[in-house]
């Protein structure tokens, strides 16, 4: 049958065709320039007379539609070839198990890509300096989507200082926190709040095996902490932080290497392995150390007392050994 340019009916898609028979390829030409070409793997080239993938365009698209293009395969990819540079693989853009990763050409040959955005919404960016904000003081700012887009925080920099405002600050324009450039000091505005109860600092200690949360230290020859081990001992330097539901606030002198150092509570609430068999505990008692190792007893002898205590009792212990707050105060 005739194939007709305006159309044609009863036709067979067995036998009924637009194509070659032969190992050559079908070419689509406008203004007798070639437009099309479908090479005999099956490969089509828009811009191109050699094709080798199965869809390949030179030169600009433009597609219009609400699902306009779709790449269907395992794991599917966009590669963004250069032609002009021995048409070497540039960049690619990939599906891998829901995620969406963008791959440079240098991360193309370590097989990590350079940015990925994970199937849960999570952006990774994979090298040292991964995200660089250009502009006149630059600055990210965190948006609440679910209130009305409100700009909630802003991380600026502003002539080489770094400023934190929270949403009540931006509008007044001064930050709460500031890392001054010049400095390197971290200025706040308004008061610093901290969880914990004590203010620490760690220290070499000997026989770190004794030193578990609450016990009562006092410093060796060597200017290391060991755990006490007599009455009124006016070595005692604190006690070891953490024991109870009391935790450090601020640790000073805190090093990589953590092994053979604990963390002593000099100043503030902490809780205190006492032994109040020799005599009962009363809230505001002072304490010192005792003949019980690393255990704190009540400082009844206030001459031997003067520069052995190491703090109040904030709860009584009528009998026994136990643990219980203390406020240090080291005397």
């Known amino acids: 049958m005739p194939w007709e340019i305006i ?14 028979t032969n190992s050559k390829a079908l070419v689509i030409k406008t203004n007798g320039n070639e437009a099309v ?49 021995n048409s070497t693989v540039r960049t690619r853009i990939q ?15 370590s097989g990590i890509p350079a940015l990925k955005i994970l199937n849960s919404g999570t952006v990774q960016i994979s090298t040292q300096d991964a995200l660089q904000v250009i502009g006149f003081q630059p600055f990210l700012t965190l948006i609440d989507s679910e209130n009305n887009s409100f700009a909630r925080a802003l991380i ?26 010049s400095s390197g000091n971290v200025e706040f505005k308004g008061d610093i709040t901290l969880s914990g109860a004590d203010c620490a600092e760690d220290f070499d200690v000997v026989c770190p095996e004794q030193m578990d949360p609450g016990t009562v230290v006092v410093i060796n020859r060597e200017g290391a902490l060991a755990q006490s081990e007599k ?11 953490g024991a109870g ?6 640790v000073l002198d805190r090093r990589e290497s953590t092994e053979d150092r604990r963390s002593i509570a ?26 019980t190792p690393g255990h704190a007893m009540k400082a009844d002898d206030p001459v031997r007392a003067f520069g052995a205590v190491i703090g109040k009792a904030l709860r009584p212990l009528a009998a026994g050994c136990g643990l219980i707050p203390i406020l240090v105060a080291l005397q």
Not at 245 to 250: A, R
Not at 266 to 291: F, N, Q, W
């Open 156 to 181: 600026q920099n502003a002539r080489g200082d770094i400023n934190f405002y929270t949403e009540s600050s931006i509008a007044s324009q001064i930050p709460p926190m500031k890392i001054n450039n």
């Open 266 to 291: 000099l100043l503030g609430k902490v809780y205190c392995k006492v032994d109040a068999r020799r005599a009962p505990i009363e809230v505001g008692d002072l304490l010192t150390t005792s003949p």
């Open 37 to 85: 070409r479908v090479d005999p793997k099956g490969n089509v080239g828009v811009g191109t007379t050699t094709p080798t993938t199965k869809v390949e365009i030179v030169g600009k698209l433009q597609i219009d539609g609400q699902d306009a293009i779709q790449i269907v395969g395992f794991q599917p990819f966009i590669t963004l070839i250069d032609s002009e540079n």
């Open 95 to 109: 599906n891998a198990r829901g995620d969406i990763t963008f791959f440079t050409e240098a991360s193309l040959g």
């Open 231 to 241: 009455a009124y001992d006016k070595k005692a330097a604190g006690v070891v932080s």
């Open 7 to 20: 159309g044609n009916s009863n036709t067979n898609d067995q036998v009924n065709f637009i194509g070659t």
């Open 245 to 250: 539901d009391y935790k450090p606030g601020v």
